[in-house]
């Protein structure tokens, strides 16, 4: 069965850093693409990033580019998202998802952390 | 980057009523569009992939479909508990885009 368990979400001050991190089980992870897609309170989904099987891709949003980083370390089947500079337009659920195949959609979700960015 | 137009963006039904939900992107994507079922509380769950593919364990009153450029969603005989946010998602390139949602309830 597969299953995604996201932790680090925290209340942090604005233009402090969080690092979100996600543990995979049940797939051959190394395999699959990761994503992160976050959904600010009261708004719809909105897609964060991704990264390749490989870790060797990257893709952003342009609403973090430049201030989060994706990560993942395999052999730990962990996804990461290093969050900079946050600001309260970044209060969100952070969801880790995990692609269908290489470029798909995303099939499969985890129950989401709650980053709140305030003073 | 893709956008994509949802509507409508709130709908009211009745139990057994079939219901539609539409997304036209603005510009082409193929079939690389899936449709999410969001109930509050919980995670997305994934009901169409590949445009007209249902997921896995989804009823079978769920189909998508696409006519042109416009993908919708159907739901045929609207049951109580498929009262949740619905939205459509484009992965055919970068930045990946979803639809606003559309918020269904019950009459």
């Known amino acids: 069965e597969v299953q995604l368990l996201e932790s680090g979400g925290d209340l942090i001050q604005p233009g402090g850093s969080l690092r979100l991190s996600c543990v995979a089980s049940g797939f051959t992870f190394m395999t699959y693409a990761m994503s992160w897609v976050r959904q600010a309170p009261g708004k719809g989904l909105e897609w964060v990033s991704t990264v390749s099987g490989s870790g060797t891709g990257t893709f952003y949003a342009d609403s973090v580019k430049g201030r989060f980083t994706i990560s993942r370390h395999n052999t730990k089947n962990t996804v990461f998202l290093q969050m900079t500079s946050l600001t309260v337009e970044d209060t969100a659920i952070y969801y880790c998802v995990k692609e269908f195949y290489s470029g798909s959609s995303y099939d499969y979700w985890g129950p989401g952390t709650l980053v709140t960015v305030s003073s | 980057d893709i956008q994509m137009t949802q509507s409508p963006s709130s709908l009211s039904a009745s139990v057994g009523d079939r219901v539609n939900i539409t997304c036209r992107p603005s510009q082409g994507i193929s079939n690389d569009l899936a449709w999410y079922q969001h109930k509050p509380g919980g995670a997305p769950k994934r009901l169409i992939y590949?445009?007209?593919s249902l997921q896995s364990g989804v009823p079978s009153r769920f189909s998508g479909s696409a006519s042109g450029t416009e993908f919708t969603l159907t739901i045929s005989g609207l049951q109580a508990e498929d009262v949740a946010t619905y939205y459509c998602l484009q992965h055919h390139h970068y930045p990946r885009t979803f639809g606003q949602g559309t918020k269904l309830e019950i009459k």
């Open positions: 590949a445009t007209s």
